[in-house]
């Protein structure tokens, strides 16, 4: 038997993708390239955008073209449309996202069995979602009240993965000669708040340096207010890759108010100035909403002013979009598509230009880079792709195939999308 695993959205479905994989292979399922050559097709939703619910019903749609496959939804979308997804074709179940983590039992009705966890390694997914870095899932749902967002309803209150098994998919990730592991949730700072007695990320952090190997640890997106200068001094360790993802949402506290966020905006530039104390070439990339109800134009200016001060690196523009069930979905003020579109525009420019303006900075620099592919060019040269330990895009020639590898590598050259270097070491 064969099965197709897809998704759509964050690192946390892609790290639940894998936690699928190793289930059914538990089962003695092997993993498809695609639903063409499957016997059942596994759909993670997402809805955080509506073009994110788009796409999830157009994954489902494409996997039930393959015509012989039985397709199976889960997932955010899912979760909360529970009734369009049964109805779409090919759809034959539709699973819970409290239930997700038992997938392979619920769809083929046996218990899971027992594997020493000592003996399991990790096999890295075929197809578009191969990724040399292992997505570990550490904690789900939220208990923050964003007004925007349809995540914490979709995945329910925050609740963290216990250390011990984290550190037993890291070492299973670690059996499989993974070199960089990724450390996701929905709210990954509230990773502990939970457990009792309470932990924080920083405790979970200082366990895995003391008692795991892989050479790289990176973080998934954090909330600022999660964050202070003892857990940014973490990052002298050069095990921890020097980049953060911090979702600024917005500049402006009259719409931070509105979104119920918990921001403080000169907070959030300090904790900025910190990181970048440690390591002047740490990254920081955010995310930012246009156009949410109510925004003014002295807000916007607000928000790009903001921006312009903390020199991001880069970072990801959504133009807001009603989610029915959110707080947000009842707000006035209503902002006109032509307005949201323009807003867009000037502030996915204004990031553009920071991130190429970083990547500028990388030139003389040397930095270390994992391997994501390698493309034979001739007898005697390789084209390798992969990130830098700041998340940098960096290309390469190279005289042997080093997929999966770390190098050191000399930046020569930027091209306005990747670092090119040559490799020493």
């Not at 015509?67 to 819970?96: D, F, L």
């Not at 964050?227 to 911090?246: G, M, Q, T, V, Y």
């Not at 895009?393 to 190279?398: A, M, Q, S, T």
């Not at 997929?403 to 050259?413: K, Y």
């Amino acid at each position: 038997m064969k099965v197709f695993l897809d998704s759509v959205g964050c690192r946390l479905n892609q790290a639940e993708l894998e936690q699928f994989a190793a289930k059914f292979k538990q089962y003695g399922y092997e993993i498809a390239d695609s639903a063409d050559e499957a016997d059942l097709a596994i759909i993670n939703t997402c809805s955080v955008t509506k073009e994110a619910a788009s796409d999830s019903r157009g994954k489902i749609r494409n996997a039930a073209r393959s015509g012989h496959t039985q397709v199976i939804v889960t997932g955010c979308w899912s979760e909360t449309e529970p009734e369009a997804a049964s109805k779409m074709p090919g759809v034959t179940q539709v699973i819970r996202n409290h239930e997700k983590e038992q997938i392979a039992s619920i769809v083929t009705g046996i218990p899971e069995p027992f594997t020493n966890p000592v003996s399991i390694k990790r096999e890295i997914l075929p197809g578009e979602h191969f990724r040399n870095r292992a997505f570990i899932k550490v904690q789900d749902g939220c208990d923050n009240y964003c007004t925007f967002c349809l995540t914490r309803l979709a995945r329910g209150k925050s609740r963290s993965v216990a250390a011990e098994t984290i550190l037993q998919d890291i070492r299973a990730a670690e059996n499989g000669g993974g070199k960089e592991i990724v450390l996701t949730g929905v709210n990954l700072g509230a990773w502990g708040m939970d457990l009792n007695p309470p932990q924080g990320l920083r405790d979970l952090l200082n366990r895995l340096l003391a008692e795991t190997s892989i050479p790289r640890i990176r973080l998934s997106s954090l909330e600022s207010w999660n964050l202070d200068e003892a857990f940014i001094s973490l990052w002298e360790n050069k095990r921890l890759c020097p980049h953060l993802h911090l979702p600024l949402q917005s500049g402006s506290e009259a719409v931070l108010k509105r979104m119920a966020r918990r921001n403080s905006l000169p907070d959030f530039l300090r904790l900025i100035q910190c990181v970048r104390q440690i390591n002047p070439l740490f990254s920081v990339t955010t995310d930012i909403i246009v156009g949410f109800p109510g925004e003014t134009d002295d807000d916007f200016q607000r928000t790009l002013d903001f921006v312009r001060t903390a020199a991001f690196s880069g970072g990801h523009v959504f133009t807001y979009s009603v989610r029915p069930g959110t707080a947000a979905a009842k707000l006035d003020g209503r902002i006109p598509k032509d307005v949201k579109r323009e807003r867009s525009k000037i502030l996915r420019e204004q990031l553009d230009e920071q991130r190429k303006s970083f990547g500028m900075k990388m030139i003389g620099t040397t930095t270390n880079v994992l391997w994501e592919s390698a493309e034979p060019i001739n007898k005697e040269n390789c084209r390798l792709k992969g990130f830098s330990e700041n998340y940098l895009p960096v290309k390469c020639l190279g005289s042997q195939n080093l997929l999966n590898q770390i190098s050191n590598v000399e930046v020569t050259d930027f091209d306005g999308i990747s670092l090119a270097g040559k490799i020493i070491s």
